[in-house]
């Protein structure tokens, strides 16, 4: 006889899986604690909502965490403190993200 491992439901499971990496094992940078930080930023980081896959992967580099992701969800970013580094669009793995000059 042998053991194997059903899960209930592989959604379920991974949701509470990604909750607990969220909540206890990413690293979690704060958010303007050097005020609002939005104002620094030369180029702005616009999501072309069409293009997007909801995959989370800017979420998860952003090193300011400014943007907010849920499992099957579009992300959205917080303008006021987002430096526009530009990570979230290098990593973006289909290129939706466009860095656009302030102002522009
Ligand atoms: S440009 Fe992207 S990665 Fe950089 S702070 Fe803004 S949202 Fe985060
Ligand atoms: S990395 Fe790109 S495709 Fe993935 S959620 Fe962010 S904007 Fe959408």
Redesign the pocket.
Known sequence: MSLKYVPKDLDEEASEDLKLFRDKLLAKPGKGSAGK?GTW?L???VIKIDGCTKCGI?WL???????SWRPREYPD???T?????????S?CPVNT?E?ILEGE
């Not at 403190?81 to 669009?89: F, M, T």
Request: proline fraction near 7%; aromatic fraction near 14%.
């Open positions: 930080t930023r180029y702005k980081p800017c580099y952003c090193p300011d965490d400014v943007i970013i917080d303008y403190y987002c430096k526009g580094c530009g990570i979230c669009a990593v993200i860095m």
